[in-house]
């Protein structure tokens, strides 16, 4: 069997075409476009990187990006005065606070400190404590989950009553996706370092999400034949045959696993552009809150 590929990077385009359409349409009658603000601090070369991204997308589409860089040693006071400043900005609809931050900042405070209306990462404790609890219903969804499930939706998986894996438990995928795939009726297992007989477990999925961030971990015999897999992870691994020295590959064995499943999302170009286009939605979102 060779795995049906989850196009990402097409779905995700169809996805910004859309946002695109609609920017354009309420800056025609409000005169105004929706606005996302990006806080960095410190150096680190990927969070630049992806700071650099997103505001590059943002403008793609019709949106404002508002780039706010802090030095490394900022306080917790610095930091959270930008937040609050931010929230008191009508021309901003979303706040991100770039992770990680420096060790020396509490970053359960910060994101706290983010407007629940401007959440657009889906971070705040409201947000996360709202998509968790049956019967309510957060204002934003974390992107990285959200363009999972759109994945899933957009390839006509059926969740309902499936069996879904979720291996990792990170407040950023695990625990939030394991939520939303609850929500849509699935029956759901949480895996991590300290189930006994991953490979077990895993090889009983429907749905298969991987995000635990270690390169090639999901063998081909650790998945249900036909089994849709959702691989979050992205790893650097050596590769001299490369100019940058280096290749990006998934959680899971893409190799092996192309041969058992029966849909698989390839990595670059599979939930990597739906975060981008998840946190443009929940932008926009935000934005028609206010008009």
């Known amino acids: 069997m060779t795995a049906t590929l989850i196009d990402g990077t097409a779905i995700a385009a169809d996805v910004r075409q859309s946002i695109a359409a609609r920017v354009a349409e309420l800056s025609a009658a409000t005169g105004r476009k929706p606005g996302l603000a990006t806080v960095l601090v410190?150096?680190?070369?990927?969070?630049?990187a992806y700071v650099r991204m997103k505001g590059k997308n943002c403008l793609e589409v019709g949106m404002e990006s508002f780039s706010y860089k802090l030095p490394a040693d900022s306080t917790q006071e610095e930091v959270e005065g930008l937040v609050r400043d931010l929230n008191a900005n009508p021309a901003v609809n979303g706040i991100l606070v770039q992770l990680p931050l420096p060790k020396h900042l509490d970053e359960e405070a910060i994101l706290g400190a983010i407007s629940l209306?401007?959440?657009v990462d889906g971070f705040h404790p409201v947000?996360?404590?709202r998509l968790v609890m049956k019967g309510r219903k957060p204002l934003f969804?974390?992107?990285t989950p959200k363009g999972c499930m759109v994945l899933l939706e957009r390839s006509g998986v059926k969740l309902e009553g499936a069996n879904a894996v979720v291996l990792g438990r990170s407040n950023i995928v695990g625990m939030?996706?394991?939520a939303l795939l609850l929500h849509a009726n699935a029956t759901v297992t949480t895996c991590h370092s300290r189930s006994k007989d991953l490979r077990a477990i895993c090889s009983e999925a429907d749905v298969l999400v991987a995000a635990v961030g270690r390169a090639g971990m999901v063998r081909g015999d650790w998945i249900k034949p036909g089994a849709v897999v959702i691989d979050v992870g992205v790893n650097r691994v050596d590769d001299a045959s490369r100019k940058s020295g280096y290749r990006l590959v998934g959680d899971v064995n893409f190799d092996e696993a192309v041969e058992v499943a029966g849909m698989i999302t390839p990595v670059p170009g599979g939930v990597g552009p739906m975060t981008i286009a998840?946190?443009?939605q929940n932008t926009l979102d935000a934005f028609e809150r206010t008009v």
């Not at 410190?42 to 630049?48: C, L, T």
């Open 141 to 143: 969804i974390p992107c």
């Open 117 to 119: 209306e401007k959440d």
């Open 278 to 280: 998840m946190l443009l």
């Open 42 to 48: 410190g150096e680190d070369p990927a969070s630049q």
């Open 176 to 178: 939030p996706v394991a």
């Open 127 to 129: 947000n996360i404590g």
